[in-house]
């Protein structure tokens, strides 16, 4: 399924279009696959009062990849599937696990949205493993900020900022991420029991170092992945017990397509603190990331769910797209930031995106 | 031209008169501790970069977030600068005060707040000592990964503003993968929390923009960590190479066969020479270089990998491969290491420590472009390199009683250059604080930098907090930068630093 441009640079023309955009004061509806869609306020298109669409797909290709530094370098347009391709041949892979979502994911959009895989809590976000990138700004500048190296604090960390910025603050034209070698031996087991005994047997299972880096409660079964060296993980599985599970379990739920996806009612996303007790949520619930990620189909309203996820710590998101697009004035799928940090937000954008130009209101209606 | 704020390049300060100041503080903030006789300022005149010094206007050593809430209000009213300081342990500078400025020393913010070992995590105020969490948390069997070689001292308010790294940050991360959410305190003495408990918030992400910041976007004043479980097992394995070349291979076969070792450090000649004269820790005094590979994890993991390290290494072309026989053996390589800086110290009058990052193949060409380079420039060099993550620390041997510092400045300027014409970095773990400003200019273009200044302003727009740090003026690089870049002379002699 997999459509990849030919590699190219076509960065000039990203350049172009962003001064010309400053020319007619015409904001940007940022795209890469356009696979996030669902997420975030709708852009709403159509000049005069909305937005152009800047597609960023043409810009594609690897620029560099050595397997020994750990450093892939590639263009915003190319697909993860690509990228995770050209890792896989050499026995390296993203830890972060971005969804492919039918291999018509972009890096751009992958970085942009910082949506991480089921192995986040053990190995890290999207964000934590960006080095360096290339961001037009808001004055249509293509500029450099990080590198393709490991450590490096000169100057403000503008690359990570921009990774889960949803394409606000800049448009990210090439990501530097670091890679990681895969692991020498994977197991996967599904054992029977309450959520309760789940999330005990998860805490003593941190605690006690097992080489868990999956774990999915659905539909009263514990799924749990374990990486690591032959060793560990063999004595792992022995300890834990359980039967064997396909891995293609944690592919399928990285790119939500487990059965409780399909259930027609509106999704919820729920961030919640690592050891954030079980509660009643008003639906049907999975919990992903070891209770960390917990998601929800529910028809509650954004302030209930919201509420709830607030009182335990954390966050909730709406992850389906309303059938309407949304109108400017409508409540972000986000939840709402407290007052300094609005403010904070604001002042960024004006400072970063002077003429607000890309994806205004995508996060939230106040830019 | 020297390190001091310059006013004409750094941009204007405003003047107050030290006594008043004073008088305002006492009554705006009861209670808050102030220094401002010159016995009591001159020990705050320095950080780490004990060479730059600067009497700050006076000393604040607030107790509590409400002193600091109400410090700020006051300094954001009548335009004084605020520059933060945490242990005073920075090597570049960061926390050198300004003369017309009040240093804001974090120290007895030390507490730690609370830690949930279920959760691992640790909520901590930013004077705590970074080696002060994983001791508290010890008892639980967890620790905090990033541990800069000044643990011991440092506190983690200024690991966050540095995002500090150490010598296991390939497999553990820097500061910035290792803290969930701060407590930061805005210019106008606003409180907004960066981050979550959870693992991630609704909005841009503040909490990576503001790790390695400097101070120079808002005032920390409480972080929430991640604590790890210790591994059950580390070995570690000391390689001897006749040869540099065949030691920076080795580290890519290793990385290259799928392992990511908890530490990878190398050590040239004259650093082991140092080394082994300090500490004694069994350093093969006559090899070109040394590997130190540590391994840790699951037991049986590390049996397995360090099987595989050994073979590799061999394969590399180690003359020697020695795996420590026990937990002291261990320490006892390690402590060679850890203490590469002050061995070096024994062996030259003075010593000027290098942070430059690389990419690692470029290891090679760098190692004899230094070579080259301390040649030309007559100064010893001594390469300690954080192998694993390509972070490479020369240390220039000079004497400054003989005149030798700014050869020792223009060489360090010259390595870094090259750092950055290879694809690296001016600064990988030590910031660029005062020392590194002009640098950056060669670092990042004017473009670059204008966004910088853009980015600064969205959250002090007036330019309080630390100024002149980190970020050059465009006015500095046009005066400093643009002889550095086009004219390939001798880098900023005219800087009288140490």
Redesign the interface.
């Known amino acids: 399924m997999r459509d990849d441009p030919i590699p190219l640079d076509d960065s000039q023309r990203l350049v172009d279009e962003i001064a010309r955009a400053i020319s007619t004061q015409t904001p940007l509806s940022v795209r890469g696959g356009n696979t996030k869609a669902f997420l975030g306020r709708g852009v709403p298109d159509g000049a005069p009062d909305g937005a152009r669409e800047l597609d960023t797909r043409s810009h594609s290709g690897i620029v560099r990849y ?6 892939i370098t590639a263009r915003c347009g190319t697909s993860v599937a690509a990228l995770s391709a050209a890792l896989d041949a050499a ?1 390296q892979m993203l830890p972060c696990e971005p969804p492919e979502f039918d291999g018509r994911a972009t890096l751009g959009g992958a970085v942009a949205s ?1 949506l991480s895989g089921p192995r ?2 053990w190995a ?2 999207v ?2 493993f960006v080095l360096g990138c290339r961001l037009i ?1 808001g ?1 249509a ?1 293509h ?3 990080g ?12 690359a ?2 921009a ?3 949803y394409g ?2 800049g448009v990210m034209t090439e990501v530097s991420l670091k890679v ?3 692991p ?1 031996a994977t197991r996967s087991v599904v054992l029977d029991m309450t959520a309760g005994k789940a999330m005990t047997a998860l ?1 003593n299972w ?4 097992l ?1 868990v880096t999956g774990a999915c409660y659905a539909d009263g079964l514990l799924h749990v992945r374990l990486e ?5 993980v063999e ?1 792992a599985i022995g300890h834990i017990g359980g039967a064997d599970l396909d891995m293609a379990f944690w592919t399928d739920l990285r790119e939500h397509r487990l059965p409780f996806f399909a259930d027609p009612r509106p999704l919820w996303r729920l ?6 007790p079980l509660m009643p949520l008003p639906g049907d619930v999975m919990l992903d ?1 070891g209770g ?2 917990r998601w929800l189909k529910s028809h509650a309203d954004a302030s209930s769910i919201q509420a709830i996820a607030a009182a335990a ?3 909730a ?1 709406r992850y389906s797209a309303d059938a309407t697009p949304a109108p400017r004035g409508a409540a972000s799928p ?2 709402p ?2 007052a ?2 609005l403010r ?2 604001r ?2 954008k ?3 995106d002077p003429h607000g130009l890309f994806n205004p209101g995508r ?2 209606a106040d830019f | 031209m020297s390190y001091r704020y310059d006013e004409a390049i750094d941009g204007p300060l405003v003047t107050h008169d030290r006594a008043t100041v004073v008088a305002e503080l006492r009554a705006r903030v009861p209670g808050l501790t102030i220094l401002h006789e010159a016995e009591e300022l001159r020990p705050f005149e320095c950080d780490g970069l004990s060479a730059y010094r600067t009497t700050p206007l006076l000393v604040a050593l607030p107790d509590t977030v409400e002193q600091i809430e109400t410090l700020l209000r006051y300094a954001h009213e009548a335009r004084i600068p605020v520059v933060a300081r945490g242990a005073g342990t920075g090597l570049s500078g960061g926390a050198l005060p300004l003369e017309k400025g009040i240093l804001l020393v974090m120290a007895r913010m030390n507490r730690i707040v609370a830690i ?6 640790a909520r901590v105020q930013p004077g705590v000592r970074n080696l002060a969490i994983s001791q508290a948390a010890a008892p ?2 967890l620790y905090y990964a990033p541990d800069p070689s000044s643990q011991i001292a440092c506190s983690i308010g200024g690991n966050v503003a ?2 500090a ?1 150490g010598v296991h ?2 497999k553990y ?2 500061t ?2 290792n803290i969930l959410k701060l407590e930061v305190l ?1 210019i106008e003495g ?5 981050g ?11 909490l ?2 503001f ?3 400097e101070g ?1 976007l808002g005032i920390v004043v409480e972080v929430t960590v991640k604590l790890l ?4 097992s580390a070995r570690v394995l000391l390689a001897s190479f006749d040869d540099v070349e065949r030691a920076g291979s080795a580290v ?2 290793i ?2 066969a ?3 070792p908890g530490g990878l450090e190398m050590m040239d000649n004259l650093a082991i020479r140092a080394a082994e004269d300090f500490i004694h820790a069994g350093y093969p005094v006559d090899a070109a270089a040394i590997l130190l590979c540590e391994v840790d ?5 590390v ?3 360090c099987e595989r390290v050994e073979a590799l290494l061999r394969t590399a072309g180690a003359t020697d491969v020695r795996l420590a026989r026990d937990e002291a053996e261990r320490q006892k390589f390690w402590a060679g290491r850890k203490n590469a800086f002050p061995a070096v110290g024994r062996i030259s009058p003075d010593y000027y420590c290098m942070d430059g ?5 470029e290891l090679p060409g760098v190692l004899s472009g230094i070579e080259r380079l301390s040649q030309q420039y007559g100064l010893r060099v001594a390469n300690v390199f ?1 192998a ?4 490479l620390h020369p240390l220039i041997l000079f004497d400054a009683n003989a005149g030798e510092t700014e050869r020792a400045e223009a060489l360090g300027g010259a390595i870094l250059e090259l750092c950055v014409k290879v ?10 604080g005062r020392e ?1 400003i002009n640098q ?1 200019c060669a ?3 004017a ?2 930098l204008t ?2 200044h ?6 002090d727009p007036q330019g309080l907090l630390n100024p002149g740090k ?2 050059p003026t465009l006015h500095r690089c046009a005066e400093f930068g643009a002889m550095h870049v086009h004219h390939g002379a001798l880098p900023f002699p005219e800087l009288e630093r140490f």
């Open positions: 050595e397997p020994t530094e750990l450093v026995g910082g986040r809590p890290g976000s964000r934590d700004t004055e500048k500029l450099r900020f590198g393709e190296v490991m450590k490096n604090v000169a100057g403000y960390d503008m990570r900022l990774a889960g910025s606000c603050l990681l070698p895969k020498r805490t941190r605690r006690g170092a080489p690591g060296g032959e060793g560990s004595s961030s919640l603190p690592v050891a954030a990331w960390a990620q710590g954390g966050h998101t986000f939840m930031l407290s300094p940090l904070l937000h002042a960024l004006a400072r970063l996060l939230y | 949930d070992p279920d959760a691992g995590i639980y069997g540095e995002n790294g940050c390939l991360g820097l910035v993968h805005t606003e409180r907004v929390t960066l979550s408990d959870a693992l991630d918030s609704p909005g841009f992400d503040l990576a923009l790790t390695g910041s120079m479980t210790k591994p059950q890519a076969e990385i290259g799928g392992i990511i994890g699951a037991e049986s993991d049996r397995e990998d990052t690389i990419p690692r193949r954080h694993g993550d390509g972070n694809g690296g970095s001016i600064t990988g773990e030590h910031g660029v590194k950056m670092q990042f273009n473009d670059e966004l910088f853009a980015l600064k302003a969205a959250f980190n970020i």
